[in-house]
C-alpha cells in the first residue's frame, strides 16, 4: 500500500508539473493595450449632421469628445482616414447607416415582384429591393454633376463589362460596369469615392460595393432613378 501510494503521488506531481510548465510563470500578464492617440482634427464640413447622429452636443464645432466619436464611427465603418474629421465620405457613410433599416420608408422607390435598382440622388445612396425586400442594402455613391446630371426615370441594364475602360474620358478605369441608358453605368470607381464632386452621368460606387452588385445584377434588371443630387439644382 505504502509503495502504490507513492507511486500515485508522484505520478500526481508530475501531471502537476507538466500543466504549470504549460501555463508558463505565475507572475506573466498579458501587454496593456497601447494608448488610442489623442484625436485631433478640426471641425470638419458635416459636424453638425454627425453630431445629431452620434448624439452629441449640435453645435457645429469640433471637441475631443466629438472627434473621438467620429473616429470611432469611421473605424467601426471602413472610412479612412479614421481621423475623426466630419468629411463629406464619413457623412455619406451615415447615410447610408441611417437608412439601413428601411431605406425606401418615404416610398420614392417602385415596389415590383421583380428586382429594382433604387437610384436616390438626394441622398446619394442605392440599394436593391424586390417586392418590399431589400437584397442589397443601402451604400453611398456619387452620381452626375452639374450639367451632368444622372438622368432620372425608369432604366433597364443593357450592357455589362467587367473590366470596362471608358472610350469617352481619357481610358479611365470603370470595373464592373452595367450600362442602364446611353453611356450611364453602374460602376465601381479606384481611389476616393468623392473626389471631385460628380461623375459625368454615371452612379459610382466603390469598387467593392460594384462587385458585390455585379455578382447580383444582369441584363435586363430595372433601374429606377429619382430625385436632385445637392449642389446641381438649376
Known sequence: ???????????????????????????????????????????????RELEAQ????????????????????????????????????????????VARPNPNAAGHCPVRDHRVTCVDLERQLLWVQQGRRVVFAPVPIRTGRDEQETRPGWHEIY??????????????PMPYAQFFDGGQALHGRPGKLFEHGGSAGCVNLTVADAERLWELLTEGDAVYVWGVKPGTED
Open 54 to 97: 452620434l448624439g452629441r452636443p449640435v453645435d457645429g464645432v469640433q471637441s475631443p469628445a466629438d472627434c473621438a466619436a467620429v473616429r470611432t464611427f469611421q473605424g467601426a465603418h471602413a472610412v479612412t482616414p479614421a481621423d475623426g474629421y466630419a468629411s463629406l465620405a464619413t457623412y455619406r457613410t451615415m447615410t447610408a447607416v
Open 159 to 172: 450592357w455589362r463589362s467587367k473590366d470596362h475602360r471608358s472610350t469617352l474620358y481619357d481610358d479611365a
Open 1 to 47: 500500500m505504502t509503495t502504490r501510494r507513492a507511486t500515485a503521488a508522484l505520478s500526481g506531481a508530475a501531471v502537476l508539473a507538466a500543466v504549470l510548465a504549460l501555463a508558463g510563470p505565475a507572475s506573466a500578464a498579458p501587454a496593456p493595450a497601447p494608448a488610442e492617440p489623442a484625436c485631433t482634427a478640426g471641425t470638419g464640413p458635416y459636424q
